[in-house]
Nanobody
Framework: QVQLVESGGGLVQAGGSLRLSCAAS????????MGWFRQSPGKEREFVAA????????YYGDSVKGRFTISRDNAKNTVYLQMTSLKPEDTAVYYC????????????????WGKGTLVTVSS
């Protein structure tokens, strides 16, 4: 069992930056690939980024490539999402996700979800 708790959301102006964190419980964190998804009102949940269990491979959704960076610290059981050059269309609830394989997270396969943290980007 893995429990995920996101933090770091908030209100930011367009062009600004924000860093999200996701703290995971359990001793198996380092065996899981991790990812971030987001969902805006009236829209389907969208893949944002994923990282392999070792941190050696990363994957990004087209809408965030070059602006967002995913990273992890296995010693702290935490995955991060650094968001820069934020746009109003990045406004969403951001969810942390875990699955043994990063490519499967990209495909939407997830074992565990966090409850989400709200990011609001004002224009």
């Amino acid at each position: 069992q893995v429990q995920l708790v996101e933090s770091g959301g908030g209100l930011v102006q367009a062009g600004g930056s924000l860093r999200l964190s996701c703290a995971a419980s359990g001793r198996t964190f380092s065996s899981y690939a991790m990812g971030w998804f987001r969902q805006s009102p009236g829209k389907e949940r969208e893949f944002v980024a994923a990282i392999s269990s070792s941190g050696g491979r990363t994957y990004y959704g087209d809408s965030v490539k070059g602006r967002f960076t995913i990273s992890r610290d296995n010693a702290k059981n935490t995955v991060y999402l650094q968001m820069t050059s934020l746009k109003p269309e990045d406004t969403a609830v951001y969810y942390c996700a875990a699955y043994p394989s990063a490519p499967h997270i990209v495909a939407g396969l997830v074992d565990y979800w966090g409850k989400g943290t709200l990011v609001t980007v004002s224009s």
